[in-house]
């Protein structure tokens, strides 16, 4: 089957503009993650969603980020009054079952904010 | 807290030679790890992963891993590279406690693949 898609893939936006980062996870899968992937780095946790019930935003890096799921399948990421430090690539990811480990990624979304 | 350690940021090797990546964890008795390989553009792909038993895991595209509870370790190796093993791959560990779902990843290793 499909796996987990995103788009757009890249994304170029001006410094104060907002962006939507759309994920699609695999269907029937419960969970669905973010992760922020800056240049050079390792992959690191953002927020997590059970369904539709968004049950961890604690690596939200700030009040800017906010991320939604409410019909529990497709999830966004906004990003409002984007800065230079955001730039990175969004991966999505889901899974098969609650709060589980075994995390199936999507291709990212590369954000430049300029 | 816990942290994956990837000590080499970049390894070249020339095709047929064999790999080691290594990684190193930080706390946690038993950690559930795993590697993932991203090719240019791609997401993240799951080569194996370790959760308890036998310490030698195998996983996909010919790849291997042990864990080494006395180093802290969790090594991935080949025996012999292919020109397409030329990606950068990540360490990862499950959370603990109630963030069990959270992956902790290294900062990757570059591999290039000379010909």
């Known amino acids: 089957g499909a796996g987990v898609s995103q788009s757009p893939r890249y994304k170029v936006a001006k410094r104060g503009q907002d962006v939507a980062l759309r994920c699609d996870p695999i269907s029937g899968h419960v969970s669905l993650f973010w992760y922020q992937q800056a240049l050079g780095q390792g992959p690191e946790f953002l927020t997590y969603f059970q369904n539709e019930a968004q049950l961890d935003k604690s690596g939200l890096p700030s009040d800017r980020f906010f991320a939604e799921r409410p019909e529990g399948s497709v999830s966004t990421l906004k990003i409002q009054r984007t800065q230079q430090e955001d730039s990175a690539v969004y991966l999505c990811?889901?899974?098969?079952?609650?709060?589980?480990?075994?995390?199936?990624f999507g291709p990212g979304t590369r954000l430049t904010v300029t | 807290a816990q942290s994956v350690t990837q000590p080499d940021i970049h390894i070249t090797v020339s095709e047929g030679a064999s790999l080691e990546l290594r990684c190193n964890y930080s706390y946690g008795a038993t950690p559930y790890l795993f590697w993932y390989v991203q090719s240019p553009g791609q997401g993240l792909q799951l080569l194996l992963k370790?959760?308890?038993?036998?310490?030698l895991v195998q996983g996909i595209k010919g790849f291997e891993a042990e864990f080494k509870r006395s180093q802290s370790s969790f090594n991935l190796r080949k025996p012999s590279v292919h020109w397409s093993d030329a990606a950068e791959y990540f360490c990862?560990?499950?959370?603990?406690?109630?963030?069990?779902?959270?992956?902790?990843f290294g900062k990757g290793t570059l591999l290039t693949v000379n010909p």
């Open positions: 990811a889901s899974s098969l079952a609650p709060r589980s480990y075994e995390q199936y």
């Open positions: 990862a560990r499950r959370g603990s406690g109630g963030s069990n779902y959270k992956l902790t």
């Open positions: 370790y959760f308890s038993g036998d310490t």
